[in-house]
């Protein structure tokens, strides 16, 4: 076996022996299609009280994704706990005995744990999709229509590319605490807030969570300065800035 | 083989290691002695590859940590007992190092046999006793088959019988032909165990000698000798020109102590003087002395070092067991 598919086996072996990431992959899951089944399911009921303007721009796909607001934070813990696991405990000596190039360590963890968390979003977006628009009746939308299939599976991108974000910052902050402490607040509340306040709101659209979401509308209600994959192309951005931190923090840092 | 070129780390103003070169050979258990904070774990830890070194070197069969490859299957370290995520069970996180470094699957089970954890490997160490962190930390360090082991203070948490156990352990080790590398701050352990004693003191090297060198330096010996006359014999030791001082310590009540062996003088003095001895005996002082006392020196001397040159050389030691 190549000494790659080794550390990547091993890294592998790591996720799945411990219950709380298991956990955090499987309440993104229930999370995110649960709430978007509810509120699918609330706007069907309400749809004639909707204003006029509002029924104009209805997102029947978007509306569905209404539960990735909590998801993503299950996500995020994730991200979290993958890293933060090898700190809190000083597995992390061990582990970088064992493996000691440590951009091969931070490479083979990222990679598991992306592909992994990826896979679970995929599944969450499509399951949120799919049970979404069961809950919104006459007012449902399909895989077929334009821009619904590219929502879908960005939405499954999404998913994945937080907790990527927060498995690089946590490499940075490499304290559970910390790295929670941090993101949680930031991505549950700051980050909506700074975008949906008028002084700030420009500023928050460029946020990773904010400017990731795009991908998610189907429809354009002008609220957006960029389109769906400027969008993702400025998360990825944050991305890849939070995972370069982690790799140079690890690097440069004693163990 | 372990070899140490200049190794110094210094963290701000503090060196915690001080240009230390030594070389740790194969076949025999090295102690690695100083008091609580001398710069051991430190030293320990830039070995593997976890710490950067702030100048000099540690190659391990003559190449630095992070060149080896399958590194596990080269050097085992036990660093620190709780290296280990507590809710993953002791086989699973063994198998995850072992999976890293191509080591079989079936070796997993062999090491937990091996250090007695054979019933528990499905459970998770976060139920586990310091002892039991302790063999856990012990089997990681072996599941590869290393030629070298390094082990810091191995026996902390361990019952008696597990003190026993390890010592027995690292001589086998060593017996086999391999590299032991010891730490500890109990020089009355490595007494039992070590072959060759490398001692630091505030992050330098003190002494890399054998074992029976170091006791031949550095344990005092001295005459103990006690009379009821206490102010006679003091006269009668002071005109035959032998210093004698107040005996201290436990059951020394009285006592009077002199340098080196002088029961022959102090015995044929008491008879010709017609003195009554209750006590006359030579005493070997204890390596655990000898180590304190060698180790305190530095800790002096760098000290007033430090206050004179505004280095600030760091705290005292504090002294722990």
């Known amino acids: ?14 996720i799945r022996t411990v219950r709380a990431t298991v956990w955090t992959l499987a309440s993104a899951l229930v999370v995110t299609v649960a709430l978007g089944m509810l509120i699918s399911a609330l706007l069907n009921n309400g749809f ?5 303007e509002e029924r104009l721009t209805f997102d029947p796909t978007f509306i569905s994704f209404a539960g990735t607001s909590l998801g993503q934070l299950a996500m995020i813990a994730f991200g979290i706990l993958v890293v933060s696991n090898e700190y809190g405990t000083g597995m992390i000596r061990a582990s970088l005995a064992a493996v000691p190039v440590r951009g091969e360590l931070l490479a083979a963890k990222l990679a598991v744990a992306t592909a992994l968390a990826l896979a679970v979003g995929m599944v969450t977006s499509f399951a949120a999709f799919l049970l979404g628009q069961l809950m919104l009746g006459d007012h449902r939308t399909d895989l077929g229509q334009p ?17 990527l974000f927060a498995m690089g910052l946590t490499w940075v902050l ?23 306040v008028p002084a700030t709101e420009k500023v928050g659209d460029y946020l990773p969570d904010q400017a990731g979401s795009r991908v998610m509308a189907v429809i354009d209600d002008g609220g957006w300065p960029y389109g769906p994959w400027v969008g993702l192309l400025i998360m990825l951005a944050w991305v890849a ?8 923090v690890l690097r440069r840092r004693d163990a | 083989m372990i070899e140490l070129a200049g190794l110094t780390k210094r963290y701000g103003l503090k060196t915690a290691v001080r240009e230390l070169t030594c070389v740790i050979r194969p076949g025999q258990v090295t102690g690695f ?37 399958d590194p596990l299957t080269v050097v085992g370290a036990l660093l620190e007992a709780r290296a280990v995520h507590p809710g993953r069970t002791a086989f699973h996180h063994l198998l995850c190092l072992a999976q890293s470094n191509g080591i079989p699957r079936r070796r997993v089970g062999q090491v937990l046999d091996l250090v007695g954890l054979g019933e528990v490997g499905a459970k998770r160490p976060k139920g586990f006793s310091l002892g039991m962190g302790q063999r856990l930390g012990i089997a990681s360090a072996l599941l590869g088959d290393p030629r070298i082991l390094i082990f810091d203070e191995p026996v902390n948490g361990l019952d008696p019988e597990g003190i026993h156990w390890v010592r027995n352990l690292l001589r086998r080790l060593a017996a086999e032909g391999r590299t032991v590398f010891v730490s500890s701050h109990l020089m009355s352990e490595m007494a039992l165990t070590a072959d060759h004693l490398i001692v630091i003191g505030q992050g330098q090297l003190l002494a890399d000698t054998s074992m029976a060198g170091f006791i031949e330096e550095n344990a005092r010996s001295y005459t103990r000798v006690s009379s009821p006359d206490r ?19 436990p059951g020394a009540d009285g006592a009077l102590d002199l340098e080196g062996d002088q029961t022959v003088a102090v015995g044929e ?24 006392r060698l180790t305190r020196q530095a800790v002096e001397y760098q000290a007033r070092d430090g206050a004179e040159d505004r280095r600030g050389a760091g705290s005292r030691q504090g002294w722990e067991g």
């Open chain 2, 269 to 292: 003095l008491a008879a010709e003087r017609r003195l009554v001895l209750h006590e006359l005996c030579h005493h070997r002082a204890s390596l655990e002395e000898a180590f304190m």
């Open chain 1, 174 to 196: 490499r304290s559970a605490l910390l790295s929670f402490g941090v993101q949680i607040p930031f991505f549950f509340m700051i980050s909506n807030i700074l975008a949906n």
């Open chain 1, 1 to 14: 076996m190549s000494h790659a598919r080794r550390v990547l086996l091993s890294e592998w072996t790591k």
């Open chain 1, 48 to 52: 004639d009280d909707l204003s006029r």
């Open chain 2, 33 to 69: 002695l100083g008091p609580n904070g001398a710069g051991k774990s430190t030293t320990m830890r830039m070995i593997l590859g976890l710490d950067h070194p702030t100048a000099g070197r540690a190659l391990v069969e003559g190449r630095p940590y992070a060149r080896l490859t």
């Open chain 1, 147 to 163: 821009g619904v299939l590219r929502a879908v599976l960005g939405t499954g991108l999404y998913m994945g590319l937080i907790a």
């Open chain 1, 241 to 248: 800035a939070a995972v370069a931190a982690g790799w140079f």
């Open chain 2, 231 to 249: 102010e006679r014999l003091l006269d009668a030791l002071n005109s035959a020109g032998l210093a004698a001082t107040p005996a201290s310590g």
